[in-house]
């Protein structure tokens, strides 16, 4: 039961990409990482479930 | 006025056992008489298990030491006969609130449910614990009790068998030796007992520093628990206030690895730090200060042979969750039932393997919450420190992540789970009073449900017909009958019946739940009292 998506989910992803980016325009490399700290953190928890979120943390650490 | 950790409570007296041409024999020598052992020693006296206690000073606790009591060992004082004045004399408390930089984060009440005796936690100096625990061994040992605390008495020396152990004392009037079926070694971190013995204690050391001020002043902070993390006043750094009773705060400083001792200790620089944090114009009188690194260690296993190990001479903990004075007493909770049973030959000797698994498993829980709050408080890399102060500028504004803040996860008892002594389950009842679970207090007709349980074991029947007092195999286990005709608020229904009709718990002597049904069958319950007493 592979709960993790890991298939292409987002509409329009060049404009997801470039908000992406756009959040960090301007600021520090220290600023950009809390940020990046913050929006995993809403992220999980919007998921949730510890299983899509275990495996998420697998694939991102790009391990067999 | 002398404080009462200066006056000596319990004085060197030469005991008949020194005068012996051989060495006496005891059932019970209990080594050191801290919150522990004084516990472990009422619990046994009042089951009259013959108990000495011997400790090498005549004191209470010097300075207010373990501060938090929380309310699964309160309800153990409850049985053991002194929660009453403690918690008279201590500071109630359930609300927390958690401090980010100059910003309140948010606040945390520890107990939201109604329908119990105790609270979350009291706040009272570990000298008053002493205090109030020997007053009652006095009591009991004027009631005429098998029970002797003995100060001015060190162990130098120990030696054992498989019948019992050997102990040599030295006293002001030269040393002399004791005889013990057991030995119950409650001597703290640094356990001399475990040491003779040659025991390991392992586990992580953390590399920082934290500062203890006990400052006695008028203030009119609230009685909550205020924690600070990377404060103004001590910027990089945690901090910790809290209220004592008389007056007295405890203020925490963590200050790091690499700092000076004897420096911080200098009364001049606790007043800069006590001035940049809470004002300039405070006055106050500082009571205790202190210096602690701490570890999170344990010993494999807290039974070896005919010496015993509880509290902090088994495990040790951060301070950061309160659990180091508190799973002391439940270690104690644990063990005096088994113990008397095995002294009076109506358990096995195996019985005591249960305290091991159980204990180690609660020793385990505490280590691994108190790590992790560790962890939290002291980041230990660059993204460490990231993510934490990412939960905490999120958690200021958004629910999301407040339960990640981890200034410590409070002392709650452990669940024995898996353990060897758990009878069967029933599943249409609640998970929080599955077997193995420490009882759950509720209002019952007349008081308290577990004001009602004592020590020993009972039957708990909750709209169940059929059930009697009954004895197997020498031991007596008494029944309680409750009904929901007189749970108005439901709070035994909640608590004890969920789904099912009717409720039959067997309880055991430290109020956990061995088994339970939802019907009374006396041969099932024979069957789960064997299993419990490790038949």
Redesign the interface.
Known sequence: MAALNTQANIKAPDEFYAELLAVHEGRTKAESDALNARLILLLANHIGDRQVLAEALHAAALEE | MSKIFEVPLYPYQRSADQDAETPVRHPVVVVGAGPVGLALAVDLAMQDVPVVVIDENDKVSRGSRAICFAKRPLEILDRLGCGDPMVEKGVVWNLGKVYFDERQVFGFNLLPEQGHKRPAFINLQQYYVEQYLVGRLRQLEAEGKPVELRGGNKVINLSQDEAGAELTISTADGPYRLHADWVVACDGAASPVRTMLGLDFTGRVFEDNFLIADVVMEAKFPTERWFWFDPPFNRGQSALLHKQPDNVWRIDFQLGWDIDRDEELKPENIDKRLKAMLGEEISYELEWSSIYTFQCRRMERFHEGRVLFAGDSAHQVSPFGARGANSGLQDTDNLAWKLKLVIDGKAPITLLKSYDAERLQGADENILNSSRSTDFITPKSEISR??R???L??SER?E??RP?VNSGRLSVPCTYDGSPLNGPDCATMPERTRPGSPMVDAPVPGGWLLDQLGTGFHLLAIDSEGTDTLRVDGIEVRCLDLSTSDDAIGHLRQRYLGNAAAAVYLVRPDQHVAARWDHYDAAAVKAALRKAIGR
């Open positions: 990231i993510f102060d990412a939960v500028d999120l958004y999301a992540t990640m």
